[in-house]
C-alpha cells in the first residue's frame, strides 16, 4: 500500500521561503512520475511541479522560476523548495505519485496548508 507524508508548511511573509518534503512508503515501480499539487479555496486542484523517475521536471508558469522540485530517489523523497512567496501561492499543498505498473494509478498526501501573508 503506498502512502504519502507531506510536511515543511506553514506561514510565511510575503517574499519568503518554505520547503515543502514528502516521504513516499510501499512498492512503487518504475516508472512513476512524483510531483506537487495545490488547490487554493473555490478553485480546482493545479499541478506546481513534477518530476520523473528520470529527473525530468515540469513546472507551472505561475512558479517557474521561484520553484524548485528535488528528489531523493533512495529514500523514495521529493521536496519543493519555494522561494520569492506570494500571496496568491496561499494553498493547500499536496504531495502526488502517479504509477504506470501495473495500471495507472494516482496517489494523495493529506496535504499540507502553506499561507503567505502580504
Known amino acids: 500500500q503506498v502512502q504519502l507524508a507531506e510536511s515543511g508548511g506553514g506561514l510565511v511573509q510575503a517574499g519568503g521561503s518554505l520547503r515543502l518534503s514528502c516521504a513516499a512508503s510501499g512498492t512503487i515501480p518504475n516508472p512513476h512520475v512524483m510531483g506537487w499539487y495545490r488547490q487554493a479555496p473555490g478553485k480546482q486542484r493545479e499541478l506546481v511541479a513534477t518530476?520523473?523517475?528520470?529527473?525530468?521536471?515540469k513546472y507551472a508558469d505561475s512558479v517557474k522560476g521561484r520553484c524548485t522540485i528535488s528528489r531523493d530517489k533512495v529514500k523514495n523523497t521529493v521536496d519543493l523548495q519555494m522561494d520569492s512567496l506570494k500571496p496568491e501561492d496561499t494553498a493547500v499543498y499536496y504531495c502526488?505519485?502517479?504509477?504506470?505498473?501495473?495500471?495507472?494509478?494516482?496517489?494523495w498526501g493529506q496535504g499540507t496548508q502553506v499561507t503567505v501573508a502580504s
Open positions: 518530476i520523473t523517475f528520470g529527473d525530468s521536471t
Open positions: 502526488s505519485l502517479k504509477l504506470f505498473i501495473p495500471r495507472v494509478s494516482d496517489y
